[in-house]
């Protein structure tokens, strides 16, 4: 990796630039790893991750592609965050996203309504926090579908109401 030139201090200077190398081998293998680390985690979790810069999609993992109803990921990277949320939450979430991004005010558990491109609305909770992405001010949240637990308590509720009724009669 290096040329040397013979002299006194040989073995010194070559074993120090043995050294080097292998460190920056390690270090780049240590990289690798918690880049692969970082995307199984992102790839496994059941809930849509995505990252925006300047309210513009620059990630989405699997779990997006499904909740946002698109084909592949290439569907959502470069589109506006604001053509996915429903009219009546555009400004708000606008404003929001451009809080979180500056670092001023992180978001927890908020309801919205997402809209996918076909215009299906799905009940969502979104969480945000500021995060640096390729050197820019960025949002990353993590957007939970709600619809299957809107249908669960619907469903309790319907319970409850028969068992109210049968115990009445």
């Known amino acids: 990796s290096d040329y040397m030139q013979s002299g006194n201090d040989l ?28 995307e199984t985690i992102l790839e496994a979790s059941p809930d ?10 620059v990630y989405a993992n699997t779990a997006a592609v499904d909740l946002y109803d698109v084909s592949d990921t290439s569907d959502l990277l470069g589109r506006q965050v604001g053509e996915f949320i429903h009219p009546d939450y555009r400004d708000e979430v606008d404003q929001q996203l451009r809080a979180v991004e500056s670092g001023e005010q992180p978001t927890d558990h908020i ?13 969502v909770e979104v969480t945000a926090r500021h995060v640096m992405w390729d050197g820019d001010a960025g949002v990353v949240a993590i957007v939970r579908d709600l619809s299957q637990q809107e249908e669960y308590i619907r469903q309790q509720e319907r319970y409850e109401a028969s068992f109210h009724g049968a115990f009445d009669a």
């Open 111 to 123: 309801p919205r309504t997402l809209l996918t491109l076909e215009g299906k609305e799905i009940p």
């Open 48 to 57: 849509a991750i995505v990252v925006s810069v300047d309210s513009e999609f």
């Open 11 to 38: 073995y010194t200077v070559l074993g120090q630039r043995i050294r080097n190398v292998v460190n920056r081998h390690r270090s780049r293998e240590q990289k690798h790893e918690a880049e692969t680390r970082a």
